[in-house]
Nanobody, 128 residues
Framework: QQQVVESGGGLVQPGGSLKLSCTAV????????MGWFRQAPGKEREEVAC????????SYADSVKGRFTISKDNPKNSVYLQMDSLKPEDTAVYYC?????????????????????WGKGTQVTVSS
């Protein structure tokens, strides 16, 4: 079954780091743009970062700019989200997204419905 699977979530103290991974199963990410979204309890799902499949151009939400880094590794069929200087407000379920038509950077509900693949999410909790 074709899917993307996240891993790497957990509990970390404020100021700490985590690296999330997302691996494609049964298909190649070579021609897919990738993104990470998150959703905190009681809040709307929001975009975090995305990267194009041509040129590897990355884009970030203002709230994570300078702290998070998205990277794509085609030989490993994976995308990563390096999260540094974590804050309690980064606590959320993080979702990996893949789309073959354009970088999945929009949290507009109409756009989110059309993305090709969504992972099931991995929990990130930032707390002392």
């Amino acid at each position: 079954q074709q899917q993307v699977v996240e891993s790497g979530g957990g509990l970390v103290q404020p100021g700490g780091s985590l690296k999330l991974s997302c691996t494609a199963v049964a298909f190649s990410l070579d021609y897919f743009a990738m993104g990470w979204f998150r959703q905190a309890p009681g809040k709307e799902r929001e975009e975090v970062a995305c990267v194009s499949h041509i040129g590897g151009v990355a884009s970030y939400a203002d709230s994570v700019k300078g702290r998070f880094t998205i990277s794509k590794d085609n030989p490993k069929n994976s995308v990563y989200l390096q999260m540094d200087s974590l804050k309690p407000e980064d606590t959320a379920v993080y979702y990996c997204v893949a789309d073959q038509r354009r970088p999945p950077c929009s949290a507009n509900p109409e756009d989110m419905r059309t993305y090709d693949y969504w992972g099931k999410g991995t929990q990130v909790t930032v707390s002392s």
